[in-house]
């Protein structure tokens, strides 16, 4: 059997790197192997993208949010190269489930028009990606502060993914019990 793909993409604080550990265990408790890769922007290995990204500058509230938008082709290029460079681990592992925290459409989908065609064509598709929504109210009690606009922007523009690749649309403040349901039922009972 080929590995499940399955991406998860959303705002910081939303709860992908929570969710991702709560399914490891729910799968491995189920007989499945799992693989954690994080194609995030922390520990990058493309000495050309570390140009672009001041590593370990703390952003906080709507900087982080801002730091959203669309680059340039050279960008674009440099983290391409990043991304693949991660994606081999995903390429060459066998386990049943392949959970990616972050992916290619956290940056491609701020790009526009012939960019965004070119970009999204030649990310690879996951067998499911899941957009996880978090609602000011919610993102406050797990410590970040996004204006109420901003957040709305960066959901605009990451639910693009739904033209790209299967996905779906989860409220993180739900319990991590009914989010797993909603994924088995996605992916057909048989997989889990």
């Known amino acids: 059997m080929e590995s499940k793909k399955i991406v998860f993409v959303g705002i910081d604080g939303a709860g992908k790197s929570s969710l991702i550990a709560f399914l490891k265990e729910k799968l491995q408790n189920q007989g499945k192997s799992v693989k954690i890769v994080f194609m995030g922007w922390r520990n990058l290995e493309n000495p050309l993208l570390k140009i672009f990204v001041k590593e370990g500058s703390i952003l906080k509230g709507d900087d982080k949010i801002k730091r959203f938008r669309e680059r340039s082709w050279s960008f674009y290029i440099a983290y391409y190269l990043e991304m693949y460079y991660r994606y081999f681990k995903v390429l060459f592992s066998n386990e049943d489930f392949i959970l990616i925290d972050r992916y290619f459409y956290d940056e491609i989908v701020f790009s526009k028009g012939f960019k965004f065609k070119i970009l999204s064509f030649f990310a690879p598709k996951p067998d499911l ?27 605009s523009k990451i639910e693009k993914v739904e033209n790209l690749c299967k996905t779906l649309k989860i409220n993180s403040a739900k319990s991590r019990d009914r989010i797993f349901k909603e994924l088995k039922k996605e992916l057909n009972y048989r997989d889990f």
């Open 129 to 155: 990606c899941v957009i996880l929504k978090a609602d000011s109210k919610t993102l406050k009690k797990r410590g970040e502060n996004f204006s109420r606009n901003r957040l709305e922007y960066f959901y």
